[in-house]
């Protein structure tokens, strides 16, 4: 729970701002207004100052999966004394309509980089290096694995019997 959890939730206008600003204004605004540092606010989220730094530059493309940027951003806004709720949705509108944006541009990378993704296990994929270097192994232990192997075994031999005809005085 956040310090500020005391006091009421600050609504856009009684923080003395409009709802023409962004999260990114909002968060950024407020945090000067109470002469807060990034770090003490990281102390008291335990949001990384990286991730503050890049929700408020608005900076959509490096945050991290959504479930992720949208916990840090409430955390963000509850420590402030926003309206987490209010905050929260302004955040999805101005996510969503960056997604839309770069799919329109014929960006891809919307789905790699920001969609959400389960936290589960990944999956198994075996890739087309692998199965050549597995295979490669196993011709060689196959066919010219064990001849060398022989080889190695009969100079050995050879070895042994060398030394024991030598004789050392």
Avoid: W
């Avoid at 950024?28 to 890049?54: D, F, I, N, P, S």
Wanted: glycine letters at 8%.
């Amino acid at each position: 729970m956040s310090p500020n959890a005391h006091k009421p939730n600050k609504s856009l206008s009684s923080a003395g701002l409009g709802h023409s600003h962004t999260v990114a204004e909002l968060l950024k605004a407020q945090r000067e207004k109470l002469g807060q540092t990034l770090k003490e606010v990281e102390k008291t989220t335990q949001v990384r100052k990286r991730y503050l730094e890049l929700i408020e530059a608005a900076d959509y493309e490096n945050l991290p999966d959504d479930i992720y940027a949208l916990g840090y951003v409430k955390s963000y806004a509850d420590h402030l004394g926003f309206d987490t709720a209010l905050i929260t949705n302004m955040y999805k509108k101005e996510r969503m309509s960056y997604k839309q944006q770069r799919q329109i541009a014929g960006d891809n990378l919307i789905e790699e980089n920001m969609s959400i993704k389960p936290l589960g296990r990944q999956g198994f994929a075996i890739g087309s290096k692998s199965i050549l270097a597995l295979s490669s192994i196993v011709l060689f232990v196959r066919g010219g694995g064990y001849e060398c192997i022989g080889v190695c075994a009969e100079r050995k031999e050879e070895r042994k019997k060398t030394n024991s005809t030598l004789s050392y005085p």
